[in-house]
T-cell receptor, first 111, second 114 residues
Framework: GESVGLHLPTLSVQEGDNSIINCAYS??????FIWYKQESGKGPQFIID?????DKRQGQRVTVLLNKTVKHLSLQIAATQPGDSAVYFC??????????FGKGTRLSVIA | SAVISQKPSRDICQRGTSLTIQCQVD?????MFWYRQQPGQSLTLIAT?????????ESGFVIDKFPISRPNLTFSTLTVSNMSPEDSSIYLC???????????FGQGTRLTVV
């Protein structure tokens, strides 16, 4: 089955620096991944997604990189801001199966 | 993107009682799911809510404890039955359509069982 996990439970960065959050997955059949941001008291908010036929996808201040060889993906946040402080989850699926979520990384931005 | 509304947003319930959580989507969606998120942890899928048929439950979750309804393509309910303090958690509804790339979430229902 699918298993998605994160390398680090917490990450502290200085405001203005870039943040990198990592995620590993176990199911080589996984073909779709999403990064979510969850602020306290709220539901997960979609940030960016990527399909397995891509290695990289960019959004506004965010980039997701997918390395299928080692089953790893990362979320890069450029010029991290205090409003980026939250818990970030990666989630993956294969075909039409429901998303499986990783454990989450808490990002703290130091002003 | 779909807008998902959950009710109630929070509740405090007595053990042994049941609570029904409602999930309303502002557009027709193919797929609706219910997740549980225990404090400080990730999301765990409870079940897929199927329109017009019984929900599909994940390992560790059973219909008697978490009955689910989905009468149409925009609405679903999750009932937490015979509650105990161990059921204290955040319950989240999500929705999406086959072929779409995004799964959207409601704001969650924070349940405390005393």
């Amino acid at each position: 089955g699918e298993s998605v996990g994160l390398h680090l439970p917490t990450l502290s960065v200085q405001e203005g620096d870039n943040s990198i959050i990592n995620c590993a997955y176990s199911n080589s059949a996984s073909d779709y991944f999403i990064w979510y941001k969850q602020e306290s008291g709220k539901g997960p908010q979609f940030i960016i997604d990527i399909r397995s036929n891509m290695d990289k996808r960019q959004g506004q201040r965010v980039t997701v990189l997918l390395n299928k060889t080692v089953k790893h993906l990362s979320l890069q946040i450029a010029a991290t801001q205090p409003g980026d402080s939250a818990v970030y989850f990666c989630a993956g699926s294969s075909g039409n199966t429901p998303l499986v979520f990783g454990k989450g990384t808490r990002l703290s931005v130091i002003a | 993107s779909a807008v998902i509304s959950q009710k109630p947003s929070r509740d405090i319930c007595q053990r042994g009682t049941s609570l029904t959580i409602q999930c309303q989507v502002d557009s027709q969606v193919t797929m609706m799911f219910w997740y549980r998120q225990q404090p400080g942890q990730s999301l765990t899928l409870i079940a897929t809510a199927n329109q017009g048929s019984e929900a599909t439950y994940e390992s560790g979750f059973v219909i008697d404890k978490f009955p689910i309804s989905r009468p149409n393509l925009t609405f679903s309910t999750l009932t937490v039955s015979n509650m105990s303090p161990e059921d204290s958690s955040i319950y989240l509804c999500s929705a999406g359509s086959q072929g779409e790339t995004e799964a959207f979430f409601g704001q969650g229902t924070r349940l405390t069982v005393v």
